[in-house]
């Protein structure tokens, strides 16, 4: 694994440490459900550092709380498929983004149990939903059928979709890979980087990044070429949405770009392939009710990929 | 409050919604252990995010867990403080931190109730602690001596920093600052940022930041000019620490520098002040037992803070 990335011609630091042990997590994971005859999808999550600094202090970063590849691990789980979640440490994960970290200690109650022990126990009222969300939670770690890997930077997180794919490949049709992650387009080569802190007595910060090779293109063509592969494409200019989503489409030649801009992104997205373009959204009504746009979208997502097995 | 910033000179955006409902939190949270004799620290905590785009994917941050402001918070209370816990979204929470999202579902029991109703209780045996912790929260909560106010960006932060200070300066010296977040050196001042998201394929990057002013120099000078007031130093270069800490001293004229190294910060610190340099360290048994060295911080400041309240 040493030079998966480097064969790339980057440069970028060495693998994470524990790689050999998240890849291996994967490929059983994949072998089991393989077996079983379960699809399987790699849901990438929230947004990746890019560090400025070798011992790093500061560091380049992608919009991303981790909300939708969160709720979409869930639909995914719901819709049978078995889930790889590819999250960035303290994203939101599927079932404990409902709660936050202070709901928690807000929510127990000390109680006395048996033998002058005291029992800690949960006031429901203060955390909405609680019991199913555990149930299900429960059910999954029974399962298991979703499986947590983590990581940090930028190149921690292309190593591991290498491994992943990897993973997945000998699937076939029945992988998919649902790239929600935030990944940066721009770093700084570990040759270029400077060792310590930039310091600040030194005037205006000048900062020269270079662009990300997309790593869509590998993943498409070698990696785990029969796929199904769902890119996502955020904007925040209406005008450019579509036409850089079909740009995607023909330089990578996979199947489907997500196309959403920042402000609506929770309500409408357009699902765009090679000849195709397909509007899913939420109203008012249904956000109300709960309701949540991934799980349409993993709906539209799961009868897409049904066609692309049978062809 | 509007230009509480803006008339620093500086070109930033508006302060954040709520500022005003914040501002008077803390002004009240001041004006209640005021009258009750109690001191009030303000505890900073987490990096800041310095937006690239005006409608922002793309951001600067700088390290930091928030584990560092979490744990002092904590040992303020025991040491007899109020606390204002000016903290980054998401950054590490006093009492919280012990516990990651995904420990809280694991722990949780569904157990049969009364009336056919399902009970939720926690394995205490996985959530390490928890009884004691969860005591001393609600016992905090209780006593009204803890107050969350959160920010996201560098822009919120200076802004929040300022009415915190206003809020505070009524106390005079009784008033404490202890500013541990990791506040960005760098920004892009408001009017020249990109409205949309850079676009990768128009070719590298090329960001330039101007220096932040710092805000150390009107919160001693004319924000809280009575209050004792801590400033960090990180640095990864050990060779640079104590020249740098003086040298903010000098500039600042406030009353303590602590000063870190990155790699060594969990376990050493100097604390450094006009006339003295003294050092703080946990030794591996003390690690082990759980010693923290955020305890030894505080106690060490609030020997200090009492000599300087006499003076």
Redesign the interface.
Same mark, same amino acid.
Do not use: C
């Given at each position: 694994m040493a030079d998966t990335v480097g064969s790339l011609g980057m440069d970028f630091p060495p693998p994470p440490a524990g790689i050999e042990r998240s890849a291996q997590l994967m490929r059983e994971f994949a072998t089991r459900h393989g077996a079983e005859s379960r699809r399987v999808v790699l849901v990438t999550s929230g947004g990746t550092?890019v560090p400025?600094?070798s011992?790093?202090?500061?560091?380049?970063?992608?919009?991303s709380?981790g909300w939708r590849g969160a709720v979409s691990a869930e639909s995914f789980l719901e819709a049978g498929y078995a889930v790889i979640f590819l999250h960035r440490h303290?994203s939101?994960?599927p079932?404990?983004?409902r709660?936050t970290?202070?709901s928690?200690?807000?929510a127990?109650r000390?109680v006395p149990g048996e033998d002058c022990c #005291?029992?800690?126990?949960?006031e429901?009222s203060l955390?909405p939903g609680?019991?199913p969300?555990?149930?299900r939670? #429960?059910q999954v770690?029974q399962e298991g059928t979703l499986l947590?890997v983590e990581f940090g930077t930028l190149s921690d997180y292309l190593h591991l979709l290498r491994a992943a794919a990897e993973a997945l490949n000998p699937l076939g049709s029945c992988a998919m890979f649902y790239l929600a992650a935030?990944v940066?387009?721009?770093y700084i080569p570990a040759s270029e980087m400077p060792?310590?802190?930039i #310091?600040?007595s030194s005037?205006?910060?000048?900062?020269?990044?270079?662009?990300v090779p997309k790593m869509l293109a590998p993943l498409v063509k070698d990696w785990a070429p029969e796929a199904f592969v769902i890119s996502f494409k955020?904007?925040?200019?209406a005008t450019?949405l579509i036409p850089r989503a079909r740009k995607a489409l023909e330089t990578y030649r996979h199947q489907v770009v997500v196309a959403n801009l920042?402000?609506t992104r929770r309500s409408s997205v357009v699902v765009v392939t090679s000849n195709s373009e397909s509007s899913i959204s939420i109203s008012e009504s249904e956000a109300e009710g709960g309701v949540e746009i991934e799980e349409k979208i993993v709906g539209d997502l799961k009868t897409r990929h049904t066609c692309f097995i049978e062809k």
């Open positions: 550092k400025l600094e011992r790093t202090v500061r560091f380049l970063d992608n919009f709380s303290r939101m994960s079932y404990s983004r709660f970290a202070l928690w200690l807000d127990l000390l #005291q029992r800690v126990e949960a429901q955390l609680i019991v969300v555990l149930e939670y #429960q770690r947590f935030a940066s387009d721009f060792e310590h802190k #310091q600040s005037g205006p910060l000048q900062i020269t990044m270079k662009m955020l904007e925040t200019d450019l920042l402000d």
